[in-house]
């Protein structure tokens, strides 16, 4: 099992980035996958989570309005568009899968996400 991230880097504030999760190693299109950030010294929290089917998104308050989380089936991928980033959006990007029975949970490696000037 593999998930897999990509996309993260330097920006500038107002900047925006895409980040992509390749997974494999299981049933990508039965799982609901989610995007997690980590900031230094602070726990690890929810920024998106994008059902199985992709009929239902759910964000975190604080990236509502600036960050939209997409799926594709066939190619095994989430991604997380980010835009109008903000300092406070640094972090490390986790990109996490949960589903099937018995409920099982993935996670990837993390990319880094520096907003700054």
């Known amino acids: 099992v593999q998930l897999v991230e990509s996309g993260g880097g330097l920006v500038q504030p107002g900047g925006s980035l895409r980040l992509s999760c390749v997974a494999s190693?299981?049933?990508?299109?039965?799982?609901?996958m989610s995007w997690y950030r980590q900031a230094p010294g602070k726990e690890r929290e929810l920024v998106a989570r994008?059902?199985?089917?992709?009929?239902?998104?759910n964000y975190a308050d604080s990236v509502k309005g600036r960050f939209t989380i997409s799926r594709d089936n066939f190619k095994n991928t989430v991604y997380l568009q980010m835009n109008s980033l903000k300092p406070e959006d640094t972090a490390v990007y986790y990109c996490?899968?949960?589903?099937?029975?018995?409920?099982?949970?993935?996670w990837g490696q993390g990319t880094q996400v520096t907003v700054s000037s």
């Open positions: 994008i059902i199985s089917t992709g009929a239902i998104r």
């Open positions: 190693g299981f049933t990508f299109s039965y799982y609901d």
């Open positions: 996490n899968g949960r589903g099937g029975w018995p409920q099982t949970v993935y």
